[in-house]
């Protein structure tokens, strides 16, 4: 290193940003990042392997279980998967509920990934302020769904359990809390001397780079690409609820901010929309579907990151051929060196939050058998 | 400054928002999806719920009184998704909001419903 006009520093792998393992090395320059690479490969659990050994039941459960906080969406994504394989007709209700439990994992994600910001920043009042008024959001889950964080709520076919108007009470009185703090939040955001010196003109990202590089969610649109799965091809029942898709022009890690922010005030009114127009009628198959012809399907719906897109092929009986996840985190996060240019050492962990890293969703390992031999490589080390 | 006192003031009166877990109890709500309980007299050994487990944390065992077969479940590798509860034809699960498992022992966990009436008798 002595003969090198760059030092070379690790961020990560205990926990760079959000509290999970990616290793970033920086080479900076006195304070300036001159070169950036993330390394991942320490939370690789092989689930889409898994997926095709265990039975079409089984991996709804699995694809819960590829990340906590977007478990919804991920169920979601792989059950219109196997319904667009099966051809299986979802009743309306059961897709007004889909929509309902998406949008309170929306929420929670959203504010947990604010709160995170507000830690990086400094400002720890705001974290624990945050994450309070977060929890009566996450009690909702549990007496919507029966647990906090994984739902197992969408099966094929439909969702597993009904709510009575009790719990739509219940939901409307939240929501309305919960209303009343994000708008002392927006004004904290917008306002706020500290917080918007620490992110306004950070990790810029210019609007062609976003459509060059493929990123996806909340980063793609507050660089001003309008794209949104929810509104581009409706799922669930988003096609019937209008809604608006945010998006900003500034494209740096304030605006990110921003626009987690007021898609939480939208997905409350879309949740206010589901609840008063919530349509009678069955929830789903009495009988949990096993079997789904052969065939294969691709869906996408939008998480909280961003567009998740399932690929599942099926050759007839119980279980799957093959399933791919692409997640956005991984787009998000192998292009985010871009973002890193010329920025301080200091803003690396402000620009990793805005970007909202999911590292157990984007997780990718390519086993390869050759001569004998089997050999791991990580996807990033393919990349190089 | 005014308001500065008053949140003071405010905050010097409110429940905080955190539990003293085990002394108080977050009581966890009635839809909870805790320990799922076997009813023996309703169980047929249809062994659906052994097949359908997504954890495989549901063995078959035969009860030596009438050679039947009953599942047991072994919660240290349950994940409370309750597709046993909904897999069930004759609702032989009863659901509860229990949540307080951990235990020192790895056994202590496998819940037979066998033993946990003969030792409870």
Redesign the interface.
Known sequence: MSNSKYLEIPVGPQHPALHEPLLFKVKVEGERIAEITPFTGYNHRGIEKLCENNTFLKDVYLAGRVCGICNVVHTTCYSEGVERIGNIEVPSRARYLRTLLNELERIHSHMLALAVMGELIGFHTLFMLMMRDREPILALKESVAGNRVQADYVMPGGVRKDIDSEKIEKIKKTLEHVEERMRYYEKVFKEDSIITKRLSKVGKLDRPEVSKYGFVGPIARASGVKTDVRYEDPYAAYGEIPFNVITREEGDSWARTLVRISEVFEAINILRYTVDHLPDGPIGPKVPIRKVQAGEAISRVEAQRGQLVYYIVSKGGDKPYRVKIRTPSFNNIMNSPLLFRDANIGDLPVILASLDPCISCMERLVVIQKDGLIETKTVMSLAR | MLKLFTEIMKNLFKRP?TYEFPREDRL??S???GMQILDLEKCTSCKLCAI?C??YAIEMKANPANNKLYPVTDFGKC?????CV??CPVKAYVTSNIYKLASFEKEALIKDVLKATSSES
Do not use: I, K
């Not at chain 2, 994940?79 to 597709?83: A, E, I, L, N, W």
């Open positions: 928002a966890a709500q839809d909870y999806r359908d997504p954890a994940v409370f998704c309750y597709q909904r897999v």
